[in-house]
């Protein structure tokens, strides 16, 4: 079977995110991603016809409490307190840095 990646690919992503990589560096990287590629075509052959798509192995649930409206703290109050306010809300800076 040919090699799927060689040292010259390793090399070329390598200078892509500008690492520098030595020789013995690039004989690594390309066997462990050798490696990699192959265990990718172990996985991609299976049969999973009928296999179901899951996000998760173990059937989960959400544990959340019904959303109640409860009195909470006024407004004004809270506004108060704010170092800015427009339009009875906070007023916040568009961009961080930005004095309100």
């Known amino acids: ?36 590629l192959a265990h990718a075509d172990d996985v991609a052959s299976l049969d999973t016809a009928g296999v179901p798509a899951t996000a998760h192995p173990l059937p989960l649930q959400n544990v959340l409490r019904d959303d109640v409206v409860r009195p909470s703290i006024d407004r004004d109050e809270v506004l108060a307190a704010a170092p800015a306010v427009e339009d009875r809300r906070f007023r916040v800076p568009a961009i961080l840095g930005e004095a309100p």
């Not at 040919?2 to 690594?28: F, M, N, P, Q, S």
């Open 1 to 36: 079977m040919a090699a799927r990646i060689t040292t010259d690919d390793v090399a070329h992503v390598a200078r892509l995110a500008r690492l520098e990589l030595t020789d013995e560096e690039l004989v690594l990287y390309t066997e462990q991603l050798a490696g990699i």
